[in-house]
């Protein structure tokens, strides 16, 4: 890359930033970053980055302000935010002028520090920021452009209208640092959300600590959450960190927190809002950096009316809520959900599975589902493992869903009727049309887009009239 005036200095250890200097920069500073394991590229000018910002691979770039010739920093600051504003720009100047400083931050600069660099380590620490923001950046931006086809690969699948506004939200609640809330019933997939928030907030890289409050006896959940010193009780054979110093750096999940005791609830109070922690048994606190993300059934607000949860730790933890909608309020899901699961299943019993009769769609989505996702998860598993035909098929779901022989039944809720196999023709042929004209007709991304396996797209495809 000499030709182009943008030389690489070093490659360093996969993992680290990707950084290019702007500028002239001494040889302990180059050296320190070098020792961190780097990967510099550096440029003296800034002529040839301002006609490609973006192309040399950089993460961060790093950018004195005054230098040789009519150009400045300024100018790589305008030139990146034109033309990649993700790509975080920090700002080296020996000027100590407010309005120098003012006007860079508005030009877009991440952030600035004044030369010479009395601690270069903090200098360090401020490039680690701006990669970090900019991973959680794409993280975001991924999670937008999954949004746009209602389908997360790997983790939420839906084409419900309601489920598309909760996803939406996510990039937004992920960003902040402040506590989480999720309400939702059982199974409709709290856990999996919180999963998400943390993968795209800042703290992706620390770890992700789950905790089921209902889980534990009450009589170990303080030990289990804030640790214990050797002997502090009988059985403490040994000094336990705690979950929430295990989750320093990361997040801390807590489901069911609607149920952790009303003694504890006070301690958890104090660590999020000081971030101190002190291990049963210990005389002092210690000093923890976590993020909360809670979840619960119930409807907190009304047990904080019948004294049953503190005031102060609901409004606390309330501060950003995720509801999620039961499953019975997204039935345009059910079928995408079996499909999905049947996918997954079907490769991981190695069992060929050609897919679900129509009757089974059927009473799939008449049935209630008072689980949610995760009774339908289990609902497929169980037709998949006692299957003997690879057409999963009313014979091979439980005696309560089946429908009696020529019975219309209706579900109580939702009254529709069990015998609408013309109609469940009707939307999957939908679908799979929406899907491969979204796709251009591509079968195999059509087939990845709905949650099934090609062959399974092709013959329902087949079955329905529709050009395989």
């Known amino acids: ?26 040889k302990a500073f180059t050296d320190y970053l070098e020792s961190r394991g780097d990967r510099l590229l550096q440029s003296i000018a800034p002529d040839p980055l301002l006609q490609t910002p973006g192309a040399w691979g950089e993460e961060v770039v790093f950018s004195s302000l005054r230098m040789a010739g009519e150009l400045s920093g300024m100018d790589v600051l305008d030139a990146y935010a034109a033309a990649h504003p993700e790509i975080p720009v920090i700002i080296s100047t020996h000027e100590r002028s407010t309005t120098v400083v003012v006007e860079a931050m508005r030009r877009g600069a991440f952030d600035y520090v004044n030369e010479p660099f009395a601690d270069v380590e903090a200098v360090g620490r401020t490039i680690d920021r701006a990669r970090e923001a900019l991973l959680a950046y794409r993280r975001r931006s991924e999670m ?18 309601a489920m598309a506004d909760v ?36 703290r992706a890289s ?27 009780f009988t059985g403490a054979e040994n000094e336990r ?20 005791p009303l003694h504890l609830q006070a301690r958890l109070l104090h660590a999020i809002e000081e971030h101190l922690v002190r291990p049963v048994g210990s005389d002092s606190e210690e000093k923890v950096s976590f993020r909360l993300i809670a979840a619960g059934n119930e409807n907190a607000a009304s047990l ?9 730790l609901y409004y606390r933890i309330n501060t950003l809520t995720i509801d999620i909608p039961p499953l019975r309020e997204r039935r345009e899901d059910i079928v995408l959900l079996a499909h999905h699961f049947l996918s997954v299943l079907s490769r991981e019993t190695q069992k060929e599975i050609r897919g679900l009769s129509g009757r089974a769609l059927a009473l799939f989505v008449a049935h209630g589902w008072p689980g949610n996702v995760r009774e339908l998860r289990n609902m497929v ?9 690879g057409l999963l098929d009313e014979d091979d779901l439980p005696e309560n869903m089946r429908a009696p022989t020529g019975a219309v039944r209706q579900h109580a809720d939702t009254g529709y009727p069990l015998n609408m196999l013309e109609h469940l023709a009707e939307e ?41």
Do not use: W, Y
């Not at 309400?183 to 998400?196: P, Y």
């Not at 620390?206 to 502090?232: D, Q, Y």
């Not at 990845?448 to 090609?454: E, H, M, S």
């Open 144 to 161: 937008e452009q999954a949004v746009a086809g209602h389908t997360l690969e790997g983790t939420i699948v839906t084409r419900s209208r």
């Open 428 to 468: 999957e042929k939908r679908l799979i049309t929406k899907a491969l004209e979204h796709e251009n007709g591509n079968i195999s991304a059509a087939a990845k887009g709905l949650g099934l396996p090609r062959t399974t797209l092709i013959n329902h495809m087949r079955r329905l009239g529709l050009d395989a």
């Open 206 to 232: 620390g770890p992700f600590v789950r905790l089921n409050c209902a889980a534990v006896p009450e009589n170990l959940l303080e030990s289990e959450l804030f640790g214990h010193r050797k002997g502090a």
């Open 241 to 260: 960190a705690g979950l929430i110093r295990s989750a320093a750096g990361g997040s801390l999940f807590l489901d069911e927190i609607t149920l952790m």
């Open 1 to 26: 890359m000499e030709e182009s005036g943008v030389v690489q200095v070093a490659d360093g250890r996969q993992g680290r930033p990707s950084v290019l200097l702007v500028g002239g920069f001494d």
């Open 304 to 312: 904080v009316e019948q004294g049953e949860f503190r005031r102060d």
């Open 167 to 202: 996803i939406r939200s996510l990039p937004a609640v992920a960003a902040g640092s402040a506590p989480v809330l999720i309400t939702g019933e059982s199974g409709v997939g709290k856990g999996l959300v919180a999963r998400i928030v943390h993968r795209l907030s800042p």
């Open 381 to 389: 598993e169980r037709a998949v493992v006692v299957d003997r035909d």
